[in-house]
């Protein structure tokens, strides 16, 4: 069954850094876009960030523009995430899905929380 697999959430100071990284299991992520979302306690689904299958394009937030940094490597059939300077407003469950052709696969997320 194919599936996307999410890792690297942790409790962290303000401040401080983590690297969320998406595996895709049963599947190749060649030609697939990606993209990370985000979700708190009592808000809506939004989008974080977004790479294009070759990873020449991407595109964030601009409530994470200049401290997140998305890259993939289609070898390891993985997707990254770099997040710098964390605020605790980033405290979410981050989920990652990929996206061809009207083919949709997600995460079943990992929980970021930043202590201020």
């Known amino acids: 069954q194919p599936q996307l697999v999410e890792s690297g959430g942790a409790l962290v100071q303000s401040g401080g850094s983590l690297r969320l990284s998406c595996a895709a299991v049963?599947?190749?992520?060649?030609?697939?876009?990606i993209g990370w979302f985000r979700q708190a306690p009592g808000k809506e689904r939004e989008g974080v960030s977004c790479?294009?299958?070759?990873?020449?394009?991407?595109d964030y937030a601009s409530s994470v523009t200049g401290r997140f940094t998305i890259s993939r490597d289609n070898a390891k059939d993985s997707v990254y995430l770099q997040m710098n300077s964390l605020k605790p407003e980033d405290t979410a469950v981050y989920y990652c899905?990929?996206?061809?052709?009207?083919?949709?696969?997600w995460g079943q997320g990992t929980q970021v929380t930043v202590s201020s």
């Open positions: 049963g599947f190749t992520l060649d030609y697939y876009v």
């Open positions: 899905n990929a996206l061809r052709y009207g083919i949709n696969y």
């Open positions: 790479i294009s299958d070759r990873g020449d394009y991407t």
